[in-house]
């Protein structure tokens, strides 16, 4: 992986209990320069959903990754990409889908679903390795 100059710290992966469920899903992956501050929009690349579904790892990403509806789930995915993933590209080189599938990576590898919390993030030092969130 090549890195770019560093913008920030670490990466927090952020859980979410979607819909009134007993299930956390993705929220997001963040670039965090320290526990109060984050860089946002970093890039003036707009999300493709159209290219996201030419992934191979779509279907996984649907699943693990989502909002209540549909609709709302595009606006997620827009919205953290926009964000979140466009300062992670700018640090890593990702594109918008190896952002996506990094992600889903990250959160089926870290822990099962079910010991996931909103209070604690897992957080991931510059080469994704898991480290004790700041």
Do not use: R
Not at 47 to 69: A, G, V
Not at 104 to 114: C, G, M, R, T
């Amino acid at each position: 992986m090549q890195l770019f100059p560093v913008l920030y710290n670490y990466y927090k992966l952020a859980v979410q209990n979607w819909c009134s469920t007993n299930d956390y899903k993705i929220h997001g992956l963040w670039a965090d320069v320290n526990a109060s501050f984050y860089p946002t929009h970093c890039q003036n690349t707009s999300f493709n959903m159209s290219e996201l579904q030419t992934s191979p790892h779509f279907d996984e990403i649907m699943e693990k990754w989502y909002d209540c509806s549909y609709d709302q789930t595009i606006s997620l995915y827009d919205h953290e990409w926009s964000k979140h993933g466009t300062c992670i590209s700018a640090q890593t080189g990702f594109t918008q889908n190896e952002y996506f599938e990094k992600t889903v990576d990250l959160y089926s590898s870290s822990s099962s679903s079910s010991s996931y919390s909103s209070s604690s993030p897992i957080c991931f030092d510059l080469m994704f390795v898991p480290i004790q969130c700041p």
